[in-house]
């Protein structure tokens, strides 16, 4: 029996996906981020955020077709991922800026790389 438990334990703890223990879990708190983090979730224009999608076609004064692209999250750096999130960023226009804390930013990104 005690070396049931044991094996119980040992296995329990190799296969653990998050060992937080608080009353959400960092991976729980990245996905209701991810859902909606102010108003508009990230899921709305990354989808699940594996691959790129396209967000909007149109036409340039030439009639030439375009699209608007967002690209896949789970292949960004943190780095990366905390530039774009800033409310300070100036090279992108079409992301929302969010006003996310470090710790929202930490679990939100922790939720994405667990979508690979």
């Keep these: 029996m005690r070396l049931l438990f044991l094996l119980l334990l040992i296995i329990t703890t190799i296969f653990a996906t998050d060992d937080d223990n608080s ?12 859902e ?10 990354h989808n699940n955020g594996k691959k790129e999608v396209i967000i909007a076609k149109y036409r340039d004064k030439k009639g030439a077709l375009k ?13 990366d991922f905390k530039t774009k ?16 804390t470090d ?4 679990s939100l990104y922790y939720y994405i790389q667990k979508l690979k």
């Design 36 to 45: 909606n983090p102010r108003g508009v979730g990230c899921n709305k224009c």
């Design 103 to 106: 710790e929202e930013l930490e």
């Design 67 to 79: 699209y608007i692209k967002v690209p896949p999250l789970t292949n960004i750096s943190f780095k």
């Design 23 to 34: 009353f959400i879990t960092k991976y729980e708190y990245g996905a209701m981020l991810y």
């Design 85 to 100: 999130l800033r409310a300070d960023k100036t090279e992108s226009l079409i992301m929302p800026t969010y006003f996310l």
